[in-house]
């Protein structure tokens, strides 16, 4: 692998270099295993008779500590997430044990037949009320504050940066309306342990045998105590992979028994429970749409605008049920410059 041009490479070679003999690491099989949104990327070497996995995040820019305090949480709370073999947080440097080569999404992605995809996702939601049982020392709280605050890439970055619109003082005070009833809705809401990107990209089929038990939890340093609907939103509204409002519903049905099984606080009445998964997943996926036009116009990953049109699908799917959010509908046309369609509303 070249490092002329990577200095940061090197570094990662000088230390794997140093660590003991007994992990028996094959250095020159080093190569490249993902990238995420952030500046973390992560390198798969051969080690013994498996590989193992190496995360580069700049200290200058990440902290590895979060992923090492939440991993420790989600593995006493039973969840299969990789183990830290070694670690030099002075550098931003990680190794850890590998959990497969295939994510829930690049499977999907390769074709699956659905009985496949229903026992991946019945796994994945068992996980999740495990994850949501773990504790959550230690975490900051996703409070009203922060899902309000989140949700202002919105209009800066999807709305003017993005469709280069200005808004007026109404439809701005509009929607500063919506954004305060979704923040509240989800602060209303008992506070778990939330992953906040538990969807198919972070979710590894391991298929047990060295890898353990589906899924495979990766990417979970930002994890906070939060609403308890915001990780079930993030599966079924997932931003890389479509599900149609049926299949969202079933999971969401499969979800809500096994978390009154297990004695979760989600409401005993499912059409509430239902708003309030639906709410939570508005409040996501604006906040994504957001996130992607920065990502695009800032960071120059043009990449995401790919799975803006789904993410906006998610949107519209909840804004058009519910009266309430009747003004950010208004907005969504405006922008799509689509005619106004009329639809029933609970």
Known sequence: MKTASDPRLE????????????LELALDTLRPASSDASFRRYFRLDAGPGTVIVMDAPPEHEDCRPFLHVGG???????????????????????????????????????LPDAELQTLYREALAALVRLQQARTTGLAAFDAARLAEELKVFPEWYVGRHHGVALDDKTAAALERVFALLSGSGAGQPLVLVHRDYHSPNLMVCDGGRYGPNPGVIDFQDALAGPITYDLASLVTDARTTWEEPQQLDWAIRYWEMARAAGLPVDSDFAEFHRAYEWMSLQRNLRILGVFARLNHRDGKAHYLAHMPRVNGYVRQVARRYGVFAPLLRLLDRLDQVEVKREYTF
């Open 11 to 22: 570094q990662i070679r000088d230390w794997l270099r140093s660590l003991p003999a007994s």
């Open 73 to 111: 949480l989600l593995r006493d709370a039973g969840l299969n997430v990789p183990a830290v073999l070694a670690q030099d947080l002075a550098r931003g440097l990680l190794l850890l044990s590998d959990l497969g080569e295939q994510t829930y999404y690049q499977r999907i992605q390769a074709g």
